[in-house]
Nanobody
Framework: QVQLAESGGGLVQPGGSLRLSCAASGSISSFYTMGWYRQAPGKQRELVARITRGGGTNYADSVKGRFTISRDGAENRIYLQMNSLKPEDTAVYYC?????????????WGQGTQVTVSS
């Protein structure tokens, strides 16, 4: 069974930075995509950033230029570097991995890590 474990969340002031980490229980090369989603209170979960097996990335418009997703295959981890944080970035951030076959795709989720941006 795939396990994803996030870390790195916390409280930061506006304009500050945080780096989230997601450790996978197996080789990340087995996943078609990996990414970060977030969910703020009273809102739906939304995509923040995603990276494909081939290294392609895409970002939500709200974080472009501020957040960077990356991966380390040797460590089976992905990261989300978050700079110039804003109060509206406050949310629980979830790591996601998609394993895709010809027949079906399966999503895996971590437990989430809280990011709070406040002065």
């Amino acid at each position: 069974q795939v396990q994803l474990a996030e870390s790195g969340g916390g409280l930061v002031q506006p304009g500050g930075s945080l780096r989230l980490s997601c450790a996978a229980s197996g080789s990340i090369s087995s996943f078609y995509t990996m990414g970060w989603y977030r969910q703020a209170p009273g809102k739906q979960r939304e995509l923040v950033a995603r990276i494909t097996r081939g290294g392609g990335t895409n970002y939500a418009d709200s974080v472009k230029g501020r957040f960077t997703i990356s991966r380390d295959g040797a460590e089976n981890r992905i990261y989300l570097q978050m700079n110039s944080l804003k109060p509206e970035d406050t949310a629980v951030y979830y790591c996601n991995a998609v394993r895709s076959t010809v027949l079906a795709s399966t999503d895996y989720w971590g437990q989430g890590t809280q990011v709070t941006v406040s002065s």
